[in-house]
């Protein structure tokens, strides 16, 4: 119990300080693999002195403890790692079992003094052991079997030990958080929320350093207040200039508010500080897709396959094999989701969202159906919810709005909590034509996520704009008004699906510019989706684009007298065939094919 538990308690309390940068629990294991040791190998000094020389560290620390009759001795050690000096040594002793934690506080505050750090921000930045982690040791241990498994196996190996040092101290702040980011990687966002929502409650039972961690946490991933997540996280990095964490998160919160240049550099400064953080060069990568700059995105994946063989990183070749029309590479990248029962799933979602761009509809609905019953099988109903309802928002996109409906419906039944699984039913139903549903779901996210930036500020706008755009209502105008606010927001990273973005109120814009007869500013919105394939990858929205700048040039064509009418129409005519071309084997019986076929003929 001892070895475990306070390993775990004397990184805490070594974390706390500014001045120390103490080698993760995944980096250790990364380097003993580069060792060809097992990554569960006890780390004797031997073993502790090569490692920290390969890892490019200054020194180890080494811990011991041992009984004397009813008390216990604690000793720590600080050896250069290059000389094999000793540097420092403190040695204290605890009263009984129960004291053992804060006499192991006292010593590490110690020996951070003997290391060169002041007095002043030891003082600062030195809360007691037991309220930084938990008085009980048995939940310490279970917390740091979890780090344990998490890094050799996995969220999913981790989340039980996670879980039951939850059960053991309900009030183990770290313990919480460890579990939402658990349920978080595994895509189980609302299940993540509730635990990230807990450890926000008892922060105040944590070191400043996760305190501030904490905070950041909730505010990115339950309140969605995005400006004060980046506030929390940059007065982290101000007061801990080396915590790569937070440079990490900060980026990934700039690609949020689709801030992409601002979350490359956040990025780039957590790789300079923790060059090994392979799963960060996946976030890079994104980056460098939603800037367009895919030559930049291949060679970060290329230099980094060695290391990466995650969801993410395969997520990010297909993207890219999408992009450049390489089928091979697509299909090479299926088999590797097939060959795992946890990411089936998001390949067969990945192929569903290809076939159905090209048209192939009736292929589209049956992959659909086999990565929700995937999802389902490995206990993601909320993944598989988010597979339904991008199945309704085409369906509905696509002319077919009784399939919308249903398909919207039967996602909800399967999540009915999950904000990813509300905001998108809420746009299938108001595109489907189902206003009295869209419209309540609507006030429903308003109330339950007052705060939410994304929600404010990009999925309420594209609900309400697509309500007023219904048939009974046709009101542009109020469309217009409600979406006119364009943003780098509305570029946004949304962290539910498989792409980046399907850009929807980007795409609700452009209709609403149609539907009011302006030909010209809706040209210059579905030119945006076509400018961000990055970002929006094999969406829906990247091929209706296709059609949306045919029609806005054949609406342009319609009003204009004379010669300058004939340069729309010329433009018009090369986009629907250009449309046309990318569905020349589609589903024939699809409203909107058919719809375009008509028009392409009465404009030739």
């Known amino acids: ?102 006499a192991l506080g006292k010593a590490a505050s110690k020996l951070r003094t003997e290391l060169g750090e002041s007095l002043a921000t030891v003082q600062k930045f030195d809360v007691p052991l037991q309220q930084a982690t938990t008085p009980s040791l048995e939940a310490l241990r279970a917390m740091s079997l979890g780090r344990k498994e998490g890094n050799e196996k996995g969220d999913a190996a981790a989340l039980p030990y996670h879980q039951r040092a939850v059960e053991l101290d309900p009030n183990f702040a770290m313990a919480y958080t460890a579990v939402g980011a658990d349920y978080s990687n595994l895509g189980q966002l609302e299940r993540a929320n509730e635990y990230y ?30 400006d004060k997540a980046a506030q929390t996280y940059q007065e982290e990095i101000e007061s801990y200039p080396r915590s790569s964490v937070a440079y990490g ?145 085409r369906e509905a996109a696509y002319g077919n709005s009784a399939e919308a409906r249903q398909l919207a419906a039967q996602a909800l039944k399967l999540a009915p909590a999950s904000q990813g699984v509300e905001s998108e039913a809420a746009l299938a139903f108001a595109m489907a034509g189902e206003m009295a549903r869209a419209d309540s779901l609507a006030r429903e996210l308003g109330k339950r996520f007052p705060l939410d930036t994304q929600m404010q500020s990009l999925w309420l706008p594209a609900i309400r704009a697509q309500l007023a755009l219904d048939r009974d209502r046709k009101d542009p105008a109020v469309a217009l008004n409600i979406t006119q606010a364009a943003s780098p927001l509305e570029f946004g990273q949304i962290v539910f699906v498989s792409n980046l973005s399907c850009l929807y109120p980007v795409y609700v814009r452009g209709e609403a510019y149609l539907a009011a007869g302006q030909g010209n500013a809706a040209t210059a919105e579905f030119q945006k989706i076509l400018d961000h394939g990055g970002i929006v990858w094999n969406c829906w929205t990247g091929a209706l684009a296709r059609l949306g700048l045919a029609r806005a040039d054949a609406l342009e064509a319609s009003t204009s007298q004379g010669v300058d009418a004939n340069t729309p129409r010329v433009r018009a005519l090369a986009a629907y065939k250009d449309f046309l071309s990318l569905w020349k084997d589609a589903d024939p019986d699809i409203p909107i094919l058919k719809e375009a076929k008509s028009e392409y003929a009465k404009l030739q």
């Open 1 to 102: 119990m001892f070895d475990d538990a306070l390993k775990t308690a004397l990184s805490v309390s070594l974390r706390q300080s500014p001045f120390l940068n103490t080698l993760s629990d995944s980096e250790v294991t990364k380097t003993l693999k580069l060792m060809t040791l097992p990554a569960d190998t006890k780390l004797t000094s031997e073993i502790a002195r090569e490692l920290c020389q390969r890892a490019g560290s200054k020194a180890y620390i080494a811990g011991a403890i041992g009984s004397l009759g009813t008390e216990y001795v604690l000793g720590l050690t600080a050896v250069n790692c290059q000389s094999g000096d000793l540097l420092a040594q403190e040695q204290v002793t605890a009263g009984s079992k129960e004291k053992v934690l804060d």
């Open 197 to 226: 929502g807990k450890a926000f409650q008892l922060r105040d039972h944590a070191s400043e350093r996760e305190r501030l961690a904490i905070t950041a946490d909730f505010y990115l991933n339950v309140t969605g207040e995005l």
């Open 249 to 393: 998160n900060l980026g990934v919160v700039f690609a949020l508010q689709g801030q992409y240049e601002k979350a490359v550099q956040a990025t780039r400064r957590l790789l300079v500080l923790a060059p090994d953080q392979s799963s960060s060069y996946v976030n890079l990568a994104d980056y460098a897709l939603a800037l367009q700059r895919f030559d930049d995105a291949r060679q970060i994946i290329r230099d980094q396959a060695p290391k990466l063989d995650d969801f993410a990183f395969h997520d990010a070749l297909y993207a890219l094999a999408f992009l450049g029309g390489d089928s091979a590479a697509m299909d090479e990248q299926q088999q590797w989701f097939a060959s795992k029962p946890d990411t089936e799933n998001y390949g067969l979602a990945l192929a569903s969202d290809s076939e159905a761009y090209t048209g192939h509809l009736r292929k589209a609905r049956e992959l659909t159906k086999r990565a929700v019953d995937s999802a389902i099988r490995v206990d993601s109903k909320e993944t598989g919810a988010i597979f339904q309802d991008n199945a309704a928002l």
